[in-house]
């Protein structure tokens, strides 16, 4: 655990992976029923959390994609504007 989050961001990432936890154990549980084999129902809940974790950290990165290419779109219409003032 990260000690320099603050304890409101510690709570929110202890839930977030609690949560995770649980759709992945309910997910293999059911599957644990539905097909009545011990080691499917494992290998389902083993996938649900990797999928999950691997989703989020493509989410993520697609997050900080987007807040560069903001920064860039800026940067080019800020010097969009001042390219005329400097050509004259």
Known sequence: MDTSLTPEERVAAIGERVGRAGVSTATGKALMVATG?????????????????NGRA??????????????????????????????V
């Open 58 to 87: 493509k989410r993520a990165q697609l997050n900080q994609l987007e807040a560069m290419l903001g920064t860039l779109k800026s940067v080019d219409q800020r010097e969009q504007r001042l390219l005329p003032k400097l050509v």
């Open 37 to 53: 084999t011990w080691w499917i129902g494992l290998v389902g809940g083993v996938a649900t959390h990797w999928l999950a974790s």
